[in-house]
């Protein structure tokens, strides 16, 4: 017979007869005549209640059977009697696929998120990051299926490039020289190195997807990029995932478009795919997500421009720890004020002064600000971030100039402005933030698998 999913089972509205399952036990109580298990598979948050009468053959190695223990179960499909449950498993057989010894972590009890990361290969087991992982595994199906309905081709960017994106000068190095010939010269002679030049892992896609949106119209990329950043907050982790989209033709008005729709897209499908594993997160983390997911929903992000921000931050009657003006890079408790606290709602924040942005953003007509866009959303701070791009060759060449920055290494990406070049502008979505705002997660360690942390490489 055919596994079936409990996921499945759960949803039946009429009594299947038999029934064949393989899970994993959550908690288990003798009684006298009877054993009663609860099992789950991984495929939803709910278990299903498994019967195990006295009279199976097999019956004193099932008694032994302990939480974290693995069976297959044949049987039969009924009502439940009890309360809590609509059906449960009368075994007719039960086969013991592995026991767990009393030295199993997850016991039947509250564990903290600190020590569950330190057992990060199984906290997917229990109700919370079993959770948060189907959640993910979903939104990461509903990313594609939206930009597939809207056209977009998806691109997959390189991870290795001898490109800084984003200036920041934080990133991990690639090299196959060897450690033991560089520490006796003194220096790496990157002439010698694998690609003959310095290189490193993607802090960003977006300069290869601007080349392809500069083909093919419309593009994505969804991957994972690094930051060497020395940081131990609870916003960063060293690898995560970047969701950046492209656009020929587009103006930053449209950019902010996109990026509304795409977030209200993705939260809407959240709810209505993931219905059980939200419900855990609004009852039991977060009670205000569903005062969150209708702002989200039935409002229009805020748009003002960074000098706007500025003045309202200036004139807040909060103290802030890091002082408000103008020029400076938003500290996250400014952007958690403007949407949390002034506007309650998301906000996009535009036309940042060009000394505090990157090269490739397009110089607005005042010479003093770039067409520069973020989304500042409640709870998070910036999720997005992004700009409509220079696509003016003598403008970018003179951005590229006032930062230092050496045009031959940039010599394809300035192509793309002499040959054919028009208007075009593009984001990026931290995969990570956008889980935890949809989830009430406060650390992002949380919502990836296994997080890479300055001094933490396990797992």
């Not at 008694?63 to 007719?92: H, R």
């Not at 593009?219 to 020929?248: D, K, Q």
């Not at 003006?325 to 403007?338: F, K, V």
Request: with cysteine; hydrophobic share 35%.
């Amino acid at each position: 017979m055919e596994r079936t999913k409990i996921n499945v089972v759960l949803k039946l509205e009429k009594t299947p007869g038999d029934i064949f399952i393989k899970g994993w036990i959550r908690t288990k109580r003798n009684a006298k005549e009877f054993s009663f298990m609860e099992i789950n598979d991984g495929s939803c948050l709910n278990n299903i209640q498994v019967v195990a009468n006295n009279d199976l053959a097999n019956y004193a190695d099932i008694e032994k059977l302990t939480t974290g223990s693995s069976a297959e179960i044949s049987g039969q499909l009924i009502e439940s009697p009890g309360k809590g449950q609509k059906w449960e498993i009368q075994a007719t057989q039960i086969d013991i696929i592995s026991v767990a010894p009393d030295d199993y972590p997850l016991q039947k009890k509250r564990h903290s998120d600190e020590f569950l990361r330190t057992i990060a290969h199984l906290r997917p087991r229990t109700n919370k990051y079993g959770a948060v992982f189907r959640i993910r595994s979903e939104m990461a199906y509903a990313v594609h299926k939206f930009y597939k309905k809207k056209g977009f081709r998806y691109l997959t960017a390189p991870l290795i490039t001898g490109s800084d994106c984003e200036g920041a000068g934080e990133m991990f190095r690639v090299t196959s020289l060897d450690p033991k010939s560089v520490k006796k010269q003194g220096k790496m002679d990157f002439t010698q190195d694998f690609f003959g030049q310095e290189t490193n892992l993607t802090v960003s896609g977006q300069l290869s997807g601007e080349m392809f949106a500069l083909a093919l119209g419309d593009v994505y990329t969804f991957g994972p990029t690094f930051r060497a950043e020395n940081s131990n907050t609870s916003r960063h982790v060293a690898e995560f995932w970047m969701l950046e989209p492209e656009m020929a033709f587009c103006d930053l008005s449209g950019n902010m478009d996109h990026g509304e729709e795409l977030v209200k897209t993705l939260t809407q499908h959240a709810l209505k795919e993931c219905q059980d594993d939200m419900n855990l997160f609004s009852n039991f983390v977060d009670k205000s997500l569903p005062k969150l997911f209708d702002t989200i929903l039935n409002s229009d992000f805020i748009r003002l421009t960074y000098t706007e921000a500025i003045d309202i931050l200036q004139k807040a009657k909060t103290k802030f720890d890091y002082k408000v003006e103008y020029g400076i890079d938003l500290q996250s408790e400014h952007e958690r004020y403007l949407a949390e606290k002034h506007f309650k709602r998301p906000v996009f924040l535009t036309d940042y002064p060009k000394q505090i942005k990157p090269f490739y953003m397009r110089m607005n007509d005042d010479g003093k600000t770039v067409a520069a866009v973020d989304l500042l959303v409640p709870r998070i701070g910036e999720l997005i971030g992004g700009s409509q791009r220079e696509e003016r060759l003598n403008v970018l060449e003179s951005r590229m100039d006032e930062m230092k920055l050496p045009k031959k290494d940039y010599w394809w990406y300035l192509d793309s402005r002499r040959f054919g070049s028009v208007p075009h502008s593009g984001f990026g979505m931290g995969f990570e933030r956008f889980l935890m705002m949809i989830t009430g997660i406060k650390n992002i360690r949380d919502v990836i698998p296994f997080p890479r942390t300055p001094g933490s490489i396990d797992f």
